[in-house]
């Protein structure tokens, strides 16, 4: 069945460092993909999402490109803040973004991101 | 988008006993999801509350154990039964506004059985 695999955390960086957290997945069609955030005491966010190949999601300085060559989502940023110490979770959708009443999530491990000044 | 209270944060519970997590929505949503985050684990779905109907559980959960009301549009609990140490995860609800949006998620129940 289809599966997300994200790296282990945790991470720790210092502040303006570059952040990269992968995530690849396996899917039998073609999933849209997702970063969710949770920070500290929060729910979960969507964070930024790509539907098709080669698409870029990006929000908050943070961009991921979904790779079918190498079924990859890779989230990354350039300089990290204090504020991005979260939680990230990789996730996909093998039902697209509009999927009527059925819409399921498959969820990476999660990587937790600590930032520090 | 959707606010999502979900009460309470935080149990602790002695085994054998049950607890009751409630979900509110400020906005009528077709589709309310419960999810369940053991330690070290991803997020697994357990059900999806449906309106007027009973839950749909998915593989590995059943009614039983995790039986589930959604009497309107805007609310919803699970209640996790008969706890036991393994139990102990963070429950998260959800739900889906529909067309295009996100999933939106509470800020969980952290539950701790003893």
């Known amino acids: 069945g289809d599966s997300v695999t994200q790296m282990e955390g945790p991470v720790t960086l210092s502040e303006e460092a570059f952040l990269t957290i992968n995530c690849t997945y396996t899917a039998t069609g073609y999933p849209s993909l997702f970063w969710y955030v949770q920070y500290p005491g929060e729910g979960l966010q969507l964070l930024l999402k790509a539907t098709k190949a080669d698409d870029k999601g990006s929000n908050k300085g943070f961009e991921a490109t979904y790779r079918k060559e190498t079924t990859s989502f890779h989230l990354e940023k350039g300089s990290v803040q204090v504020s991005d110490s979260a939680v990230y979770f990789c996730?996909?959708?093998?039902?697209?973004?509009?999927?009527?009443?059925?819409?399921?999530?498959?969820w990476g491990l999660g990587t937790s991101l600590a930032v520090n000044p | 988008s959707a606010v999502i209270s979900q009460k309470p944060s935080r149990d602790i519970c002695q085994r054998g006993t049950s607890l009751t997590i409630q979900c509110q929505v400020d906005s009528q949503v077709t589709m309310m999801f419960w999810y369940r985050q053991q330690p070290g684990q991803s997020l697994t779905l357990i059900a999806t509350?449906?309106?007027?109907?009973?839950?749909?559980?998915e593989s590995g959960f059943v009614i039983d154990k995790f039986p589930i009301s959604r009497p309107n549009l805007t609310f919803s609990t699970l209640t996790v039964s008969n706890l036991s140490p393994e139990d102990s995860s963070i429950y998260l609800c959800?739900?889906?506004?529909?067309?295009?949006?996100?999933?939106?998620f509470g800020n969980g129940t952290r539950l701790t059985v003893t």
């Open positions: 959800s739900v889906d506004t529909g067309g295009y949006s996100p999933l939106h």
């Open positions: 996730a996909l959708s093998d039902q697209g973004l509009w999927a009527g009443n059925n819409r399921k999530l498959i």
């Open positions: 509350a449906n309106q007027g109907s009973e839950a749909t559980y």
